[in-house]
């Protein structure tokens, strides 16, 4: 059961760290040349924790 979990866990971790960086980079340069971190801190933080969840999803995997 411990497999499905860590297999579930990856695959959602990874899609949603994919879906945040996204994000993360239309929101940190909405325009040419300029960077804008306070509108790219929460896609930011989702990039982070997505990437912490597919890590222990492939150790539990």
């Known amino acids: 059961m411990s497999d499905t979990i860590g ?15 996204v994000f993360f ?4 340069f909405p325009g040419s040349g300029r ?9 930011g933080m989702w990039v982070a924790v997505g990437f912490s ?3 222990v999803g492939l150790l539990w995997a």
């Open 7 to 21: 297999s579930v866990m990856a695959v959602t971790g990874l899609a949603v760290s994919v879906i945040a960086m």
């Open 25 to 28: 980079i239309f929101m940190a």
């Open 35 to 43: 960077c804008d971190i306070r509108r790219a801190r929460l896609p």
């Open 53 to 55: 969840v597919w890590v």
